[in-house]
């Protein structure tokens, strides 16, 4: 566990005793909001902050204190049932939220325990009944009495198999392990386990794409340095991201290096023939549209955006505005878009619907949130969509199947599939030495070279997979 630095501020004079510090009540309404309507806590924090007018302090103390404790939940749960002499699951969820924000607060934060255990009592006393705010005192005051290495020792105790010791210690699913496991297998790779297991609990850099042929020098000026990798890429030294975002009317946006290089490796694949279509079947929220649409616009292309859900299709829009172009947007069924649009696309990035194993880092909840069911559901889908995607691709043209995950599943699964579906019609291109010839610098890449696999642990990137497909010619 984390020993990490937290300014905790001092209660104004006169306060009630049940007095909660702005800070923790705007962790706490997004972690409740979490569990309670599945929100996403990278899009609801800024706006809870926003509304409670933090000053920059308690904005990152607030931060902190929701990712760290949606982060080590997994663990958390295991310390609190322990503690507490029964299972999390005979908890009220309300104040099971409370007693997973103060138990972070107490082994993985410099917070004053008299603080991390009175203010959770204060803030069970109002979301809870009265006698849960003697449970939590007395729970919290338990896991003060040992250390985070004494209560990781006992957790460990309890581990039923190695799977679930390493759950335990880095607070993933064992499904995930075993996921994340196979995939690093099936590179050769599968000692670097704990490293990536390690790296998903780590805070994730700002990455920001400058959106080529639209930026100026004075844009990326105030950026920070370059992405090791990605060579539209910036790793912001510091200060708001979108106030950036605004002031450089979207040409600059916040997005992972290795998402940029998954659009990058469709748009230069190879040279771009004036007059080309491409399309982005799957484009919410529109990060990768952008970056797209600027490549297009600098080789004489066209993009065409399609987003089935309409809310999401508001955001691709929005996130297209920075393009001096109209660029069309559709809200189609992605798996019948061979169906209206047969050999039509001569390149499409298809970044596929997934479960979002690759991203823990910047959504940590997403591993509480999902189910091995959830991966097979997910694959009919993924399935159904490359399959279209295909059927919409010129003879000779490129598709790019994309995904942040790297469960085998969803990814070199779903390809051999349709591989063998479009036997003698589609062919696997060397992505590895695409996205090489593009990157700054020599990517570490292991496995066959028909896709890349990209990694936290390795290359400090989302978990992006990538496969270039190209078809033949007949």
């Known amino acids: 566990m984390s020993d990490t630095q937290s300014r905790e501020p001092r209660a104004p004079r006169g306060t009630p005793t049940d007095f909660v510090q ?16 599945d929100a996403y806590a990278n899009l609801l924090l800024p706006t809870r902050i926003q509304r409670a007018a933090l000053n920059t302090a308690d904005a990152a103390l607030a931060t902190e204190l929701t990712y760290g404790t949606l982060r080590m939940q997994g663990l958390y749960d295991r310390v ?7 299972p999390v699951t005979a908890i009220d969820p309300a104040i099971l939220d409370v007693l997973r924000l103060g138990t972070h607060q107490l082994l993985a934060t410099r917070v004053a325990t008299h603080a991390a255990v009175n203010e959770s ?7 809870g009944s009265r006698s ?3 449970f939590t005192n007395g729970v919290l005051r338990t896991i003060s009495r040992s250390s985070s290495e004494e209560w990781l020792e006992r957790v460990l105790a309890d581990a039923v198999n190695d799977d679930d010791r390493l ?4 607070s993933h699913p064992s499904w995930v392990v075993r996921a994340f496991r196979q995939s690093l297998r099936s590179e050769g790779r599968e000692s670097e386990l704990v490293d990536l297991l ?19 020098t004075e844009d990326t000026d105030k950026l920070g340095e370059a992405d090791a990798f990605s060579p539209t890429g910036y790793v912001l030294a510091g200060g708001d991201p979108y106030h950036l975002m605004s002031a450089a009317g979207g040409r600059v946006r916040v997005q992972d290096e290795g998402s940029q290089l998954a659009a990058l490796s469709l748009s230069r694949a190879r040279a771009v023939k004036p007059g080309e279509r491409w399309l982005d079947l799957c484009a919410g929220p529109g990060g990768k549209a952008a970056l797209l649409a600027a490549e297009a616009r600098s080789h004489g292309a066209e993009l065409v955006a399609n987003e089935l859900v309409p809310a999401r299709a508001t955001l691709v829009r929005n ?15 992605g798996t019948r878009i061979a169906d209206k649009h047969p050999e039509e696309f001569d390149r499409i990035l298809l970044d596929a619907p997934c479960t979002g194993l690759g991203a823990l880092r910047r959504r940590p909840e997403a591993r509480w949130r999902k189910q091995p069911k959830d991966v097979a559901e997910l694959a009919g889908l993924q399935s159904g969509l490359i399959d279209a995607a295909l059927g919409a691709l010129k003879p000779g043209g490129i598709l790019a199947y994309v995904t942040c995950s790297p469960h085998t599943a969803e990814t070199r699964g779903i390809v051999a599939t349709a591989l063998k579906k479009w036997a003698g019609k589609v062919s696997a291109l060397d992505t590895a030495a695409v996205v090489q010839s593009l990157s700054n610098t020599e990517l570490d890449l292991a496995g066959d070279p028909s896709s890349v696999q990209l990694w936290p642990h390795r290359h400090g990137t989302d978990a992006m997979f990538i496969t270039l497909l190209e078809r033949n010619l007949e």
């Not at 702005?22 to 409740?32: D, G, L, M, S």
């Not at 009592?121 to 979301?127: E, F, P, T, W």
């Not at 759950?167 to 880095?170: N, P, T």
């Open 132 to 134: 849960a705010t003697g």
């Open 22 to 37: 702005p800070a923790r009540r705007v962790a706490y309404e997004v972690i409740a909001a979490v569990r309670e309507s």
């Open 167 to 170: 759950a335990a210690e880095h």
């Open 121 to 127: 009592v204060s803030l069970a006393k109002q979301v």
């Open 319 to 333: 996130a297209l505005a920075a393009i001096p172009e109209t660029i069309t947007v559709w809200e189609l069924d």
């Open 198 to 216: 390690a790296a998903d609990n780590v805070p994730a850099k700002v990455n920001m794409v400058a959106l080529p042929g639209l930026t100026s």
């Open 80 to 86: 609190i049932a322990l503690a507490a002499g029964r």
